[in-house]
Nanobody, 126 residues
Framework: QVQLVESGGGVVQAGGSLRLSCAASGRTVTPYTMAWFRQAPGKEREFVAAISWSGRETKYADSVKGRFTISRDNAKNTLYLQMHSLTPEDTAAYYC???????????????????WGQGTQVTVSS
């Protein structure tokens, strides 16, 4: 069983930056596609970004493209999300997720991911 623990959230002013981390334990995440999702109060969980097992392929939601960067360090078993030019619309709980099967595609649907962290809150003030 794999455990995912996010960190790095906080309160930031509009236009600011944050870097989220997701540390995995229990197994190596090297062969697995990983992703970030977010959920704002009263809204459904939405896809933010995904990264292939090698890190060479990435996919982003249109709303974050050009502002967010997903990356991973397989040697550290850690996933990252660098966020710039934050707006109040980015306020949400951010979750990292791991697919069930190895070498999967860059999927955007939450049910395709089997393992989830507990989330880290990002609040952007105007």
């Amino acid at each position: 069983q794999v455990q995912l623990v996010e960190s790095g959230g906080g309160v930031v002013q509009a236009g600011g930056s944050l870097r989220l981390s997701c540390a995995a334990s229990g197994r190596t995440v090297t062969p697995y596609t990983m992703a970030w999702f977010r959920q704002a109060p009263g809204k459904e969980r939405e896809f933010v970004a995904a990264i292939s097992w090698s890190g060479r392929e990435t996919k982003y939601a249109d709303s974050v493209k050009g502002r967010f960067t997903i990356s991973r360090d397989n040697a550290k078993n850690t996933l990252y999300l660098q966020m710039h030019s934050l707006t109040p619309e980015d306020t949400a709980a951010y979750y990292c997720a791991l697919q069930r099967n190895t070498f999967g595609s860059l999927l955007v649907d939450a049910p395709q991911y089997a393992y989830w962290g507990q989330g880290t809150q990002v609040t952007v003030s105007s």
